[in-house]
């Protein structure tokens, strides 16, 4: 058995996607997933599986939502090496009098080239910053998520992907649930 990370991406937000957790988590155990648990609302589940490749975790993960609430929901499927990869190799959280509460991780659904940035065309999000590393976007939001055009939107609509941002606080928390 493999532990992974299913990223629900829009769910519980602003009157959409509406998913109560223990909903979802008999969903899955339904669909056959077992030691199903999640954190916090916005969409953040471990499932148990034989299955070893995420991708195809996140593709029966989403069938099971359509098919038994009707609802099309992406799903970025990662391990606790992500998650750690996170804190290795994210220059934002290394810089000295690092603000965690500026710091996100967009999860990507596939790795990306590191030219990908220019793809981006970061320099018009000034003074928000981005750096990728592999299947994750690392960002340091100067004001704040809810006040930039470097939203999950941009991103999937520039680099062709599905992505689901998460902030740090989250990030970190996961990791440590990961065990």
Not at 29 to 58: L, P, R
Not at 76 to 95: Q, T, W
Not at 107 to 119: P, V
Request: proline share 1%.
């Amino acid at each position: 058995m493999k532990t992974h990370l299913a990223l629900l991406r829009g769910i519980n937000v602003s009157g959409h996607n509406m998913i109560k957790m223990d909903v979802l988590k008999a969903v899955l155990e339904n669909a056959g997933f077992k030691n199903v648990h999640t954190y916090i609302q916005s969409g953040n589940v471990f499932v148990d599986s034989e299955e070893e490749h995420g991708a195809s975790i996140g593709f029966k993960i989403k069938q099971e939502i359509f098919k038994e609430l009707g609802l099309e929901v992406p799903v970025v499927v990662i391990g606790k090496e992500d998650l750690e990869a996170c804190l290795k190799n994210n220059s934002f959280f290394k810089e000295k009098d690092c603000d965690t509460k500026k710091l996100y991780v967009a999860f990507l659904s596939k790795e990306l080239q590191g030219s990908a940035i220019n793809d981006l065309k970061i320099s018009q999000f000034k003074p928000d910053e981005a750096t990728i590393d592999k299947n994750k976007i690392f960002i340091k939001y100067a004001v704040g998520a809810g006040k930039t055009r470097l939203d999950q939107k941009y991103i999937e609509k520039k680099l062709n992907v599905v992505a689901t941002i998460r902030n740090w606080n989250t990030v970190t928390t996961l990791l440590e649930m990961f065990g």
